[in-house]
């Protein structure tokens, strides 16, 4: 008999207290009356090359640094920023966003460089929603400032689940037609 060996390598490794964390975070919804984060789920690699900004957030419970991709951050403001000099992209992100504890730190070529742990997010400031990645750590939550609770799920969701632990060669009329008494043996192909 030919066997092969196969070797999984993970493409990231976390620890058990970022597991702790994650567990917590995803899937919650904070709010401190003025900001809301909506958490969703964790991604390392980006599966398409885009560029993003790095802004810092830091308002009443919440500290984070957070990647918004270049075509959100245009949509959020209005204007092509790719080629606008830092300076002023930073006094137009503080005009707009300071209130709310946002600033810009950086343009970033997410593929050029390791890409950090990241957990997507919709943040609302008022008025305003922005799709990002917060870096999972720099992450601080503060609890007694931020009401949590777990997103809800719209009633209308519809989920499907398929699992195929074994291939048989019965039809399904045959399956079905197997009695309590029947014996079927499973076996590696």
């Known amino acids: 008999m030919n066997k ?3 070797i999984f390598i993970p493409r990231y490794e976390i620890s058990e207290e970022m597991k702790l964390i994650i567990n917590g975070l995803a899937g919650q919804y904070f709010n401190n009356q003025v900001i809301s984060i ?3 789920a964790v991604q390392y690699r980006s599966s398409r090359q885009q560029d993003f900004i790095q802004l810092s957030l830091s308002h009443l419970g919440v500290e984070a640094e957070v990647y918004v991709p270049l075509a959100e951050a245009e949509r959020l403001l209005g204007l092509k920023i790719k080629h606008l000099d830092h300076d002023y992209l930073s006094y137009v992100i503080t005009q707009a966003l300071g209130q709310y504890g946002v600033e810009l730190k950086q343009y970033l070529d997410m593929n050029k460089q390791d890409q950090p742990l990241l957990i997507a997010c919709q943040i609302l400031m008022g008025g305003i929603s922005v799709a990002a990645f917060l870096k999972m750590e720099t992450l601080e939550i503060d609890f007694d400032s931020l009401q949590a609770r777990s997103t809800l799920l719209p009633q209308t969701l519809a989920l499907t689940s398929t ?6 060669m019965l039809s399904l009329d045959e399956i079905r037609g197997l009695s309590a008494d029947e014996l079927v043996l499973v076996f590696p192909k």
């Open 163 to 168: 699992i195929t632990p074994f291939e048989t």
């Open 4 to 6: 092969q060996s196969i």
């Open 38 to 40: 909506e958490m969703g």
